[in-house]
């Protein structure tokens, strides 16, 4: 359960802050002095800190610089009553997380702190690799021994202590951001600030705003002046995710933070230094997006001084049952249930499925299954469609309304739908959807009769066994109208 602790002399900031996390699961410390302040803090070791500028007895800037002697990570936000920022800034240059005017809207104090404490939460929780337990509660687990993740391990613990930037690289869902944890928590710098971004989550103009910060009326909205995230990170690690999305005029903006460690805030003029490692991410081809003058050639060398590259699921050879044991007990623990296996026939689906959306996708389709599941065994009922019927994962191949529930596939919507997700292995996805939906035509067309199915395929009995098998097909499936 995450804690916030306000060190304000004005009672109604105080109440404030308190109605605004009534309902949430934050546990909200007040202070109204700073000695008294500083003894919550040794005693809960809060996850987000507010503090007024303007304490009876010291100054919060004052204040400030004791406490972080005492935890240097801890996301502090300053609150002013002043009408001009400039000392709120000030005390920023020091490393805060951000600062609030007076008089304080509740809806902004709730979403900066909740941004707060998932930075707190980003930078405390482990990211441990396969030999940690893996139902540890504290923390984050890379789980898989494969001979592929095993690799990446070792190339964490070459790169993690040296003060390079580092590309990652992989499919969506495959777990880039825990890398990058875990990268920033075996670094130099893991006593400093580490927050991620995620680039194709925003707008150009607010994207350059979250990363470099801008000026009081920089652009429609802007009222007053924004310290973006770079600056922010003074000393620390900031995570690009999705970096292939960046915008040109962005582009030009990081490359030159890369070289030159200097920057401008949006609709400024004043040049910044600061101190940054660069950790970024992304599923896209930047090989391609070069070539097509979508991605700056020298942007991608200075963000490629080492490269990782994350394997999809489906290549992680041994690794699937690891995981569904993972988040057996990690969801056990969280749900409150008590679900002990997966049946046979159901643990087939899960192998054979290609999982394009990889360690996210088995997360999402364990958890339903759990939720929906009644008894101790997760059974082929319990899990979604796409896995049942071995398509990909939004997959437009469907049941058509006819009676006889024939399947059919609209080939060029999955080519346009697997294109539009950025896929790196359509060859596969679309072989797999076709040899499926031929075979299920086929045994239809036999009645489920194998011996006439492979005659009419021109395979043999055995190797149709053989993709019946890979495919998660049974003959009842197939036969049984209505399905």
Same mark, same amino acid.
């Given at each position: 359960?995450?804690?916030?602790?306000?060190?304000?002399?004005?009672?109604?900031?105080?109440?404030?802050?308190?109605?605004?996390?009534?309902?949430?699961?934050?546990?909200?410390?007040?202070?109204?002095?700073?000695?008294?302040?500083?003894?919550?803090?040794?005693?809960?070791?809060?996850?987000?800190?507010?503090?007024?500028?303007?304490?009876?007895?010291?100054?919060?800037?004052?204040?400030?610089?004791?406490?972080?002697?005492?935890?240097?990570?801890?996301?502090?936000?300053?609150?002013?009553?002043?009408?001009?920022?400039?000392?709120?800034?000030?005390?920023?240059?020091?490393?805060?997380?951000?600062?609030?005017?007076?008089?304080?809207?509740?809806?902004?104090?709730?979403?900066?702190?909740?941004?707060?404490?998932?930075?707190?939460?980003?930078?405390?929780?482990?990211?441990?690799?396969?030999?940690?337990?893996?139902?540890?509660e504290?923390?984050?687990?890379?789980?898989?021994?494969?001979?592929?993740?095993?690799?990446?391990?070792?190339?964490?613990?070459?790169?993690?202590?040296?003060?390079?930037?580092?590309?990652?690289?992989?499919?969506?869902?495959?777990?880039?951001?825990?890398?990058?944890r875990?990268?920033?928590?075996?670094?130099?710098?893991?006593?400093?600030?580490?927050?991620?971004?995620?680039?194709?989550?925003?707008?150009?103009?607010?994207?350059?705003?979250?990363?470099?910060?801008?000026?009081?009326g920089?652009?429609?909205?802007?009222?007053?002046?924004?310290?973006?995230?770079?600056?922010?990170?003074?000393?620390?690690?900031?995570f690009?995710?999705?970096?292939?999305?960046?915008?040109?005029?962005?582009?030009?903006?990081?490359?030159?933070?890369?070289?030159?460690?200097?920057?401008?805030?949006?609709?400024?003029?004043?040049?910044?230094?600061?101190?940054?490692?660069?950790?970024?991410?992304t599923?896209?081809?930047?090989?391609?997006?070069?070539?097509n003058?979508?991605?700056?050639?020298?942007?991608?060398?200075?963000?490629?001084?080492?490269?990782?590259?994350?394997?999809?699921?489906?290549?992680?050879?041994?690794?699937?049952?690891?995981?569904?044991?993972?988040?057996?007990?990690?969801?056990?623990?969280?749900?409150?249930?008590?679900?002990?296996?997966?049946?046979? @026939? +159901? &643990?087939?689906? $899960? %192998?054979? #499925?290609?999982?394009?959306?990889?360690? =996210? *996708?088995? !997360?999402a389709?364990?958890?339903?299954?759990?939720?929906?599941?009644?008894?101790?065994?997760?059974?082929?009922?319990?899990?979604?469609?796409?896995?049942v019927?071995n398509?990909?994962?939004?997959?437009?191949?469907?049941?058509?309304?006819?009676?006889?529930?024939?399947?059919?596939?609209?080939?060029?919507?999955?080519?346009?739908?697997?294109?539009?997700?950025?896929?790196?292995?359509?060859?596969? @996805? +679309? &072989?797999?959807? $076709? %040899?499926? #939906?031929?075979?299920?035509?086929?045994? =239809? *067309?036999? !009645?489920?009769?194998?011996?006439?199915?492979?005659?009419?395929?021109?395979?043999?009995?055995?190797?149709?066994?053989?993709?019946m098998?890979?495919?998660?097909?049974?003959?009842?499936?197939?036969?049984?109208?209505?399905?």
């Open positions: 359960m995450a804690s916030l602790l306000v060190i304000d002399d004005d009672r109604t900031v105080l109440l404030l802050v308190k109605k605004a996390f009534k309902d949430s699961d934050v546990v909200v410390h007040c202070a109204g002095a700073a000695e008294e302040g500083m003894q919550l803090l040794h005693e809960h070791r809060p996850d987000a800190l507010l503090l007024d500028i303007m304490l009876p007895e010291t100054s919060g800037i004052e204040l400030a610089h004791e406490i972080r002697a005492i935890d240097n990570r801890l996301p502090l936000i300053f609150i002013t009553a002043m009408n001009d920022s400039d000392t709120a800034i000030e005390a920023m240059k020091m490393g805060a997380y951000d600062y609030l005017l007076k008089p304080l809207d509740i809806r902004q104090v709730r979403i900066l702190i909740e941004r707060a404490l998932e930075v707190r939460r980003l930078m405390n929780s482990p990211v441990r690799l396969q030999e940690a337990e893996p139902d540890s504290d923390s984050d687990v890379l789980v898989g021994r494969s001979p592929k993740m095993l690799e990446v391990y070792k190339q964490i613990g070459r790169v993690a202590a040296q003060d390079v930037t580092v590309l990652i690289r992989g499919e969506s869902g495959s777990g880039k951001e825990l890398i990058a875990a990268l920033y928590q075996h670094s130099h710098r893991n006593g400093a600030c580490f927050m991620a971004v995620n680039c194709a989550a925003l707008t150009d103009t607010l994207l350059e705003s979250e990363l470099f910060g801008h000026e009081k920089a652009f429609t909205g802007a009222d007053r002046r924004h310290i973006g995230r770079f600056e922010q990170c003074h000393g620390g690690t900031i690009l995710d999705e970096v292939g999305d960046m915008s040109p005029a962005t582009q030009s903006k990081v490359l030159r933070l890369l070289q030159e460690q200097k920057f401008e805030r949006v609709g400024g003029h004043e040049t910044i230094s600061v101190d940054v490692r660069v950790i970024s991410a599923n896209r081809d930047l090989e391609q997006m070069i070539e003058n979508a991605f700056r050639l020298d942007l991608f060398h200075r963000l490629n001084g080492f490269e990782i590259q994350l394997p999809p699921l489906r290549e992680r050879q041994g690794d699937l049952k690891l995981l569904l044991d993972h988040f057996l007990k990690r969801f056990n623990a969280q749900l409150r249930k008590n679900i002990t296996e997966i049946s046979p @026939e +159901a &643990l087939r689906m $899960l %192998e054979n #499925y290609t999982w394009p959306g990889n360690i =996210r *996708e088995l !997360q389709a364990v958890r339903r299954a759990m939720l929906m599941a009644t008894g101790p065994t997760i059974v082929p009922e319990l899990l979604p469609k796409e896995i019927e398509l990909p994962s939004g997959a437009v191949a469907r049941r058509a309304a006819s009676s006889d529930g024939a399947l059919t596939v609209d080939l060029a919507g999955f080519v346009d739908e697997r294109l539009a997700a950025d896929s790196i292995n359509l060859y596969q @996805e +679309a &072989l797999h959807l $076709l %040899e499926r #939906y031929l075979l299920t035509r086929v045994l =239809r *067309e036999t !009645q489920g009769n194998q011996s006439k199915a492979a005659r009419r395929l021109g395979i043999t009995r055995g190797s149709l066994r053989n993709k098998r890979e495919l998660g097909i049974q003959v009842g499936q197939v036969v049984e109208p209505g399905e």
